[in-house]
T-cell receptor
Framework: ETGVTQTPRHLVMGMTNKKSLKCEQHLGHNAMYWYKQSAKKPLELMFVYNFKEQTENNSVPSRFSPECPNSSHLFLHLHTLQPEDSALYLC???????????????FGEGSWLTVV | AQTVTQSQPEMSVQEAETVTLSCTYDTSESDYYLFWYKQPPSRQMILVIRQEAYKQQNATENRFSVNFQKAAKSFSLKISDSQLGDAAMYFCAYRGDNFNKFYFGSGTKLNVKP
C-alpha cells in the first residue's frame, strides 16, 4: 500500500468542466506538493503546503486552485483548463524538520489528466 | 534557481551488466541533498538512493551506488547486476536550503535487455 494515494487515477474533462484531484498521505508528513509531469520535461513544481499553509505557488495559472484542509489531504481544483494542461499530476509529501527520513519526498501514483 | 541536468535521455544495458547514469547540478549552496528516483511504467516515483552533501562517503543501497563529486557538482548513479525490473525512467533531484523545493532533472530512460 502506497503512503500517498491519489484519486482519480485517470480523468478526461472538457475545457468547460470543473473537476478536482484528490491526494491523501498516510505518512504523518507536514508538507504536501503538487507537481506536473509532461512528456520530456522536468517535473514542474506547482504548489507546496507546509502545515496546511501554502508556501509556494510557482506561477501557476489561476485555473488551477489548490486546497489543503489538513496536513493529510490535498486537492487540486480544475476549471476551464486548456488542452496543453493534459499531463500527469503528481502529489507528494515530505517531513520538514530533523530525523533520518527527513528531507525526502514521497510520491503518489499520479493522476492522468486529459483535457479535450 | 538551482538546475539539475541529466544529459542522457535514454540508455540501454544488458541484463546482469553495470550501467552508470549521469547527473550534474548547479548550486551556490554548501548544504543540500541529492536523490535518485525511479519511475517505472506504473508511474509511481520511488526513491532509489539519497546522498547528503556534507557526507564524503558515497551512498550505497544494495545494487545501487552513487559517485558524488561535490567540487564537480556531479552525482551519478551506478546500477550493478542490472535486472529487467530496473527498466524505468530515472530522475535525479536536488533539495537545498529551501525545504520546500525539490528540483528534478528531465530524466533518463533505462532499457534493460534480456
Amino acid at each position: 500500500e502506497t503512503g500517498v494515494t491519489q484519486t482519480p487515477r485517470h480523468l478526461v474533462m472538457g475545457m468547460t468542466n470543473k473537476k478536482s484531484l484528490k491526494c491523501e498521505q498516510h505518512l504523518g508528513h507536514n508538507a504536501m506538493y503538487w507537481y506536473k509531469q509532461s512528456a520530456k520535461k522536468p517535473l514542474e513544481l506547482m504548489f507546496v503546503y507546509n502545515f496546511k499553509e501554502q508556501t509556494e505557488n510557482n506561477s501557476v495559472p489561476s485555473r488551477f486552485s489548490p486546497e489543503c484542509p489538513n496536513s493529510s489531504h490535498l486537492f487540486l481544483h480544475l476549471h476551464t483548463l486548456q488542452p496543453e494542461d493534459s499531463a500527469l499530476y503528481l502529489c507528494a509529501s515530505s517531513q520538514v524538520g530533523w530525523g533520518r527520513d527527513i528531507n525526502t519526498i514521497y510520491f503518489g501514483e499520479g493522476s492522468w489528466l486529459t483535457v479535450v | 534557481a538551482q538546475t539539475v541536468t541529466q544529459s542522457q535521455p535514454e540508455m540501454s544495458v544488458q541484463e546482469a551488466e553495470t550501467v552508470t547514469l549521469s547527473c550534474t547540478y548547479d548550486t551556490s549552496e554548501s548544504d543540500y541533498y541529492l536523490f535518485w528516483y525511479k519511475q517505472p511504467p506504473s508511474r509511481q516515483m520511488i526513491l532509489v538512493i539519497r546522498q547528503e552533501a556534507y557526507k564524503q562517503q558515497n551512498a550505497t543501497e544494495n545494487r545501487f551506488s552513487v559517485n558524488f563529486q561535490k567540487a564537480a557538482k556531479s552525482f551519478s548513479l551506478k546500477i550493478s547486476d542490472s535486472q529487467l525490473g530496473d527498466a524505468a525512467m530515472y530522475f535525479c533531484a536536488y533539495r537545498g536550503d529551501n525545504f520546500n523545493k525539490f528540483y528534478f532533472g528531465s530524466g533518463t530512460k533505462l532499457n534493460v535487455k534480456p
